[in-house]
């Protein structure tokens, strides 16, 4: 029996070993994914590449005895990934669940210590960025514990807790003073790169069970980007149109901040969730199925 693009598979070494069926029996789609060389006979009108003009020249072709090889090696790349999520699925089921719920007052703790409220209500203000160191120290350590699951975890837990020593230095600086400034510079970029980190993070980790997931993760960032610039915006509005445009702004920019929060929740929610339920089928003792 003849393939499309002229192999034959009787002589194929493969053909066992990948369990294929032939080009006849599965309409050139060998495996478990289409093939190049099929779907261009099939675009063209051919039934197979020696009534093409452009035979000779087909680099298609010219590869076919690459096609079983590379199919090999994404069965050896999908088993490694399987396994590795067996490994690390238990961790993400312990730990995100508890980030979820620690989340709560560190999403409550950052409204009070925006600079909208605590100038508002500076006794807030103060409670709140006390709360934040704490939160954050603990937020820190149950990132650190996903280390395992990916390395760049580690990135932001260090964010996290340096996040928290700073806001505590704050908290011993008047505001009035230059070091205030000064420190509350580098303040918001380790805030931001350690969100930036952990939001990438968790998209990399769900991106194999569930790439909708995966993209609101990232979708978190470019959120955080925009409520920052609508804070900006809002103090632009202050100094310059006077405080009824500034409360709109700020109004605005609780709203979105809001937004975020919330979905930044049930981003946790679904992550914990799924690695919970997530049971790792039954691996092969070889990637081609032997």
């Not at 194929?12 to 309409?27: F, V």
């Not at 340096?162 to 918001?188: K, R």
């Given at each position: 029996?003849?393939?499309?693009?002229?192999?034959?598979?009787?002589?194929?070494?493969?053909?066992?070993?990948?369990?294929?069926?032939?080009?006849?029996?599965?309409?050139?789609?060998?495996?478990?994914?289409?093939?190049?060389?099929?779907?261009?006979?099939?675009?063209?009108?051919?039934?197979?590449?020696?009534?093409?003009?452009?035979?000779?020249?087909?680099?298609?072709?010219?590869?076919?005895?690459?096609?079983?090889?590379?199919?090999?090696?994404?069965?050896?790349?999908?088993?490694?990934?399987?396994?590795?999520?067996?490994?690390?699925?238990?961790?993400?089921?312990?730990?995100?669940?508890?980030?979820?719920?620690?989340?709560?007052?560190?999403?409550?703790?950052?409204?009070?210590?925006?600079?909208?409220?605590?100038?508002?209500?500076?006794?807030?203000?103060?409670?709140?960025?006390?709360?934040?160191?704490?939160?954050?120290?603990?937020?820190?350590?149950?990132?650190?514990?996903?280390?395992?699951?990916?390395?760049?975890?580690?990135?932001a837990a260090l964010c996290k807790l340096a996040l928290s020593l700073m806001n505590l230095v704050l908290l011993a600086v008047p505001e009035e003073s230059g070091l205030f400034f000064l420190l509350g510079i580098p303040t918001i970029f380790v805030d931001f790169?350690?969100?930036?980190?952990?939001?990438?993070?968790?998209?990399?980790?769900?991106?194999?069970?569930?790439?909708?997931?995966?993209?609101?993760?990232?979708?978190?960032?470019?959120?955080?980007?925009?409520?920052?610039?609508?804070?900006?915006?809002?103090?632009?509005?202050?100094?310059?149109?006077?405080?009824?445009?500034?409360?709109?702004?700020?109004?605005?920019?609780?709203?979105?901040?809001?937004?975020?929060?919330?979905?930044?929740?049930?981003?946790?929610?679904?992550?914990?969730?799924?690695?919970?339920?997530?049971?790792?089928?039954?691996?092969?003792?070889?990637?081609?199925?032997?």
């Amino acid at each position: 029996m003849e393939t499309i693009c002229g192999k034959s598979c009787e002589a194929c070494a493969w053909k066992e070993p990948l369990n294929c069926s032939g080009c006849r029996e599965d309409m050139g789609r060998p495996f478990s994914g289409p093939c190049d060389i099929a779907a261009c006979c099939r675009e063209k009108g051919h039934q197979r590449c020696e009534t093409c003009a452009y035979l000779s020249g087909c680099p298609r072709r010219a590869r076919r005895d690459d096609i079983p090889w590379q199919e090999l090696q994404r069965r050896e790349d999908e088993a490694a990934s399987q396994r590795l999520l067996a490994e690390t699925a238990p961790l993400m089921a312990k730990w995100v669940p508890l980030i979820f719920w620690l989340a709560v007052p560190l999403v409550l703790a950052s409204l009070l210590a925006s600079n909208i409220v605590a100038q508002a209500f500076p006794s807030l203000g103060a409670a709140g960025t006390g709360l934040q160191v704490l939160c954050g120290l603990a937020y820190g350590l149950f990132l650190w514990r996903l280390t395992p699951v990916l390395r760049v975890y580690r990135t932001a837990a260090l964010c996290k807790l340096a996040l928290s020593l700073m806001n505590l230095v704050l908290l011993a600086v008047p505001e009035e003073s230059g070091l205030f400034f000064l420190l509350g510079i580098p303040t918001i970029f380790v805030d931001f790169y350690g969100s930036y980190v952990e939001f990438s993070a968790h998209a990399q980790a769900v991106e194999p069970l569930d790439a909708e997931l995966a993209a609101s993760w990232r979708k978190l960032w470019r959120l955080l980007l925009l409520s920052l610039g609508m804070t900006v915006l809002a103090y632009f509005f202050f100094a310059f149109m006077g405080s009824f445009v500034f409360i709109l702004a700020a109004l605005a920019t609780l709203g979105l901040t809001g937004y975020y929060a919330v979905l930044r929740m049930i981003c946790l929610w679904r992550t914990a969730k799924l690695f919970r339920e997530w049971t790792p089928p039954a691996l092969p003792d070889s990637p081609s199925g032997l």
